[in-house]
């Protein structure tokens, strides 16, 4: 039985065959993580006026900023932490309403995610630093280099598309809403929402690898905001016109949730941009090592 089959066994009726194939056909994967013993992450959090903030920090060197997607945490990039340690000082935060950082009592806005990650920045004294956002990661990363541009050196904008107008946001939000269902114990819903995920990986990529967005996804439905709602009631386009490069654009190829990035080459000065061969809407989850030679190739550090 294939990974893939296996993974299309995760239905209603077969849930319980699948999670035991699941382990057996990922046993290899499992014992090679297990016998490689990566850098160690230093997890810490800090006390803010909003509550606490978790962030990690790993490796030396020049610093680069990750920061997350919508609905997931900084789990997201520590598959990188293998490969970019020995030349950068990683710091990774769990946006406000994320992973294990508090849930604001207000619904927040990207602004609170910049200012979250900067009072990091703050905290670890770093004034200069690269920057790396993925997806709705990607919008914090665009608040942050076009609120402190003296900061941030070269930037990595990753899965994000052209802008839309308010009114084509406000569109799309009220299809989310409309659609939008809570966690339930119908196993219709897991075998769905498992579906979703598969549909979202990349070529070859280890089904252990996209269970860590998936399990992460249901905690984050439990959360009173959802951080996609967050990002589409922000308008990027005063900050899109106010960065001013190095700006690298990166587009997972199979990535069915990025449309008209070349745009944004036109907009943002000194930006080029990179089409990921393979890769899906979780890479830094499933093609951690291809990632990280792509930030490597940009920041200038040879493999």
């Known amino acids: 039985m294939n990974r893939r089959e296996i993974l299309a066994l995760m239905s209603a009726g077969a849930a ?3 999670l035991s194939e699941m ?3 990922s046993s290899n994967a499992r014992s090679d993580r297990q016998q490689s013993h990566p850098p160690r992450l230093n997890k810490a959090y800090l006390n803010t006026p909003d509550g606490q903030v978790y962030y990690w920090t790993a490796g030396s060197g020049p610093s680069l900023v ?10 997201e990039y520590e598959g990188l932490v293998p490969h970019l340690a020995d030349d950068f000082r990683l710091i990774a935060v769990d946006l406000p309403g994320h992973g294990k950082s508090d849930d604001l009592s207000r619904e927040p806005t990207v602004d609170d995610y910049a200012i979250a990650v900067l009072r990091v920045l703050e905290a670890l004294g770093v004034t200069r630093t690269h920057l790396v956002g993925h997806h709705g990661g990607a919008l914090t990363a665009m608040n942050l280099a076009a609120r402190e541009p003296g900061r941030f050196d070269k930037v990595i904008l990753s899965g994000t598309g052209a802008a839309r107008s308010p009114l084509e946001n406000a569109d799309f939000l009220q299809t989310l809403v409309d659609s939008h269902k809570p966690v339930t114990n119908d196993p219709r819903f897991m075998a769905t929402l498992w579906q979703e ?10 089904v252990m690898d996209i269970l860590k967005p998936f399990v992460a996804t249901l905690e984050a439905r439990q959360r009173p905001h959802r951080g996609i709602v967050v990002n589409l009631k922000w308008d990027r386009r005063d900050a899109i ?3 001013k490069g190095p700006v690298l654009l990166v587009q997972g190829e199979k990535d069915r949730y990025v449309s008209g990035q070349e745009s ?3 907009i943002i000065p000194n930006s080029t941009r990179l089409v990921m061969p393979g890769c899906n809407t979780f890479m830094f989850y499933d093609r951690p090592a291809d990632c990280a030679q792509m930030v490597r190739n940009y920041l200038g550090k040879s493999s």
Not at 66 to 75: A, E, P, R
Not at 197 to 206: E, F, G, I, P, T
């Open 264 to 266: 944004l080459l036109s």
């Open 16 to 18: 319980g065959l699948a």
């Open 197 to 206: 995920y598969l549909d979202m990986m990349s070529d070859d990529a280890d």
């Open 241 to 243: 016109r106010r960065l």
């Open 23 to 25: 382990g057996r056909a």
């Open 66 to 75: 990750l920061v997350h997607q919508s609905g997931n945490s900084s789990l």
